[in-house]
Antibody, heavy 116, light 107 residues
């Protein structure tokens, strides 16, 4: 059974970097068939897909244009996990963040508030 | 970007009712559509993928249909556990996008 366990701070100051990690059990971040996504949800923006990383003989990263200049999604094969970094956050980045395998397995969600 | 529009936004129904939720895409997405159920405080749960394929473990009272730009999610006989918010999502092209949600309430 595949499980995703998220970790990271729930409070980030404006202009700083939001960093979250998603630990994978029951699958491999280097899988040739899976994709590893970050999605966030807020009352104002609804569900918003942010980006993904996946391995198909080499690593690929795709990001939403809305966050493209600020987002980094990195796989960590040594720890079988992947991470999200979102730079220069503002209060509009306040949301619940989910890591997701394809669209069928979701992490528990991390509520992140951007506030000083 | 592809815009997904769900209707209605809220639906009041009773246990045993048959209900249908509609999702329209701003351009053709073939059959690359998923449906999710979300309960308060929980992550979305995948119900249907590729427009009409039932995810493993999901009750058969849920069904999906459609292709191109118009899709429907049908619950054949509402159960108490089905009262939740439902979302459609297109994964035909980046950025993947979701509908705004349909809240299914008890009448």
């Amino acid at each position: 059974q595949v499980q995703l366990q998220q970790s990271g701070p729930g409070l980030v100051k404006p202009s700083q970097t939001l960093s979250l990690t998603c630990a994978i059990s029951g699958d491999s971040v280097s899988s040739n068939s899976a994709t590893w996504n970050w999605i966030r949800q807020s009352p104002s923006r609804g569900l918003e897909w942010l980006g993904r990383t996946y391995y198909r003989s080499k690593w690929y990263n795709i990001s939403a244009v809305s966050v493209k200049s600020r987002i980094t999604i990195n796989p960590d094969t040594s720890k079988n996990q992947f991470s999200l970094q979102l730079n220069s956050v503002t209060p509009e980045d306040t949301a619940t963040y989910y890591c997701v395998r394809d669209m069928d397995v979701w992490g528990q969600g991390t509520t992140v508030t951007v506030s000083s | 970007d592809i815009r997904m529009t769900q209707s209605p936004s809220t639906l009041s129904a009773s246990v045993g009712d048959r209900v249908t939720i509609t999702c329209r895409a701003s351009q053709s997405i073939s059959s690359w559509l998923a449906w999710f159920q979300q309960k308060p405080g929980k992550a979305p749960k995948l119900l249907i993928y590729k427009a009409s394929n039932l995810e493993s473990g999901v009750p058969s009272r849920f069904s999906g249909s459609g292709s191109g730009t118009e899709f429907t999610l049908t619950i054949s006989s509402l159960q108490p556990d089905d009262f939740a918010t439902y979302y459609c999502q297109q994964y035909n092209s980046y950025p993947y996008s979701f509908g705004q949600g349909t809240k299914l309430e008890i009448k």
